[in-house]
DNA sequence: GGCCCCGCTTACTTCAACGTAACTATGCTC
DNA sequence: GAGCATAGTTACGTTGAAGTAAGCGGGGCC
């Protein structure tokens, strides 16, 4: 169970990175060129967007189709293997709509409980980006 | 879209860390101690453990019960909460169940054309990482 | 008195992800 | 020839998750 080469860690818990399974999502309607990825994307900075592609095209989740225009046009499109991301992705944003709330407020019970305990740390209160 | 504040930054695509969705699996069954959680996470490194737990703990996906006795005794058990990201870990494992060779073999088409196009460089048959 | 058990904690190191800022290449238009 | 547009690249620094190694606390047992 657990091993380094079980599909766990390569399974949509971690699409490639931070940005992956947001760039999936971006794509699900038809391909999109990369300025027009970075604006749903909150202008992510431009390095980052392309890594999460190149990791992306390395596991045959989009397709990379470069015109050679100019000015430089480059599509990306998702694959068929891309595509069956969709469902996971979908019951993951379905918790996240339908749970969200409760999570916050399960933070606040802690974080108040921290605060009653006499722990105070004005740290504490901040999110600790584990999220 | 996308702003810091999305659901989609603390759903399931990362739950809390690494080792988060893992340690959820593990609890499915019922509750389970400090040590029985570490066999089938491969002897992960308790500090990462009690980081782990205590993220989940904190977002109120598992309760922790401390039994007062000697030796320690402590149990871990899921939440409400803590269930309901059963079904979407379900729907990523899977994913990963049906689609994990496809993802290597892309992966070694992705290097193969590396190959092919004469950028050989020998790192580059191991894996990121990113996975 | 010394060792075991279990569930941690602490100090330190490593490494990948992420981000910022600036720069590049190419052809087009003014 | 200056500037614009797009799709990047490069250099650099920060952050945080993960791992390593060792120690702690306190009752039970010999």
Redesign the interface.
Known sequence: ???PAC????????????WG??VVLCLEDGPRRFSELRV???RVAPKVLTETLR?L?????VTRTDYGENPPRVEYELTE?GR??L???A??????????D??L???D??EAGRYEAGRYDSDAYLP?G??
């Open positions: 169970m657990f091993n599909p766990s860690t390569v399974s949509p818990f971690r699409i490639a990175d931070k399974g947001l749903p994307l909150r990791a095209e390395r596991d045959g989740f293997l069956t991301l469902p996971a992705i019951a993951c944003r379905e918790w996240g709509a339908e749970n969200f409760a999570l407020a399960a933070r019970r802690y600790t584990t999220g």
